[in-house]
């Protein structure tokens, strides 16, 4: 017979699991489980599909479609998780989203926590910090997960001095952010430039002549 207890039991106070606050991970088995259901239960919330919660929280695949359907009404929608890259480099937006996304894992990122829990606190912070947040909680998860496995790394903004993320074979020297900027304005004399006639890409600035990027 198991005789292991959670001392959150026995606290007149009432505190929280130890297991959800730091390192030490309580060794009550159903405390552990509760934590994978109540995290699960924040993702489907924020937007996650059975695949990605059962991905990240370890559950059965059974338990998380009877949580789902209890929770949406409705029985989870069907499909592959985001697997390629291609439609985060055609959109600058994007990018600059995800250049957000990155940020915010660096700062959230604690050995402590949970992958579940790390992709729950970086998807409500930035969609608290983002005017119109441009990704959704899969594509916030896929992002993150390009970062863990090493496709994308750091590069070097040319213009703003910062680092930024990119592709790990990618020759990019300026962030996204900076694209953005830039085109609207020229990068040598910060002028906004002119309307241009559609379909011909501007070359050169107006004001100061400088070869636009």
Not at 13 to 36: D, F, I, M, T, W
Not at 142 to 168: K, Y
Request: charged content about 20%; hydrophobic content about 30%.
């Amino acid at each position: 017979m198991n005789t292991t207890h959670c001392p959150a039991l026995f606290d007149s106070n009432l505190r929280p699991c130890p297991g959800s606050q730091g390192k030490n991970v309580c060794a009550v088995e159903h405390c552990e489980y509760a934590r994978k259901i109540q995290e699960s239960i924040q993702l489907i919330r924020l937007g996650a599909r059975v695949g990605l919660a059962g991905q990240l929280t370890g559950l059965e695949k059974k338990t998380l479609k009877r949580l789902y359907r209890q929770l949406m009404g409705q029985p989870s929608p069907s499909g592959q998780l985001a697997y390629s890259d291609t439609w985060l480099l055609e959109n600058d937006r994007y990018q600059f989203h995800a250049n957000l996304i990155w940020y915010l894992h660096r700062r959230l990122n604690h050995p402590e926590c949970s992958p579940a829990r790390i992709l729950i606190d970086v998807f409500e912070v930035y969609t608290q910090m983002a005017r119109e947040p441009r990704l959704n909680l899969t594509r916030t998860a896929f992002v993150l997960q390009l970062f863990s496995t090493g496709l994308w790394n750091e590069h070097h903004c040319s213009f703003c001095q910062t680092d930024f993320p990119a592709p790990v074979d990618s020759n990019q020297t300026v962030c996204p952010g900076c694209r953005l900027y830039y085109r609207h304005r020229c990068q040598h004399c910060s002028e906004a430039l002119s309307p241009k006639t559609r379909g011909v890409r501007r070359k050169s600035c107006n004001y100061c002549g400088g070869d636009l990027i």
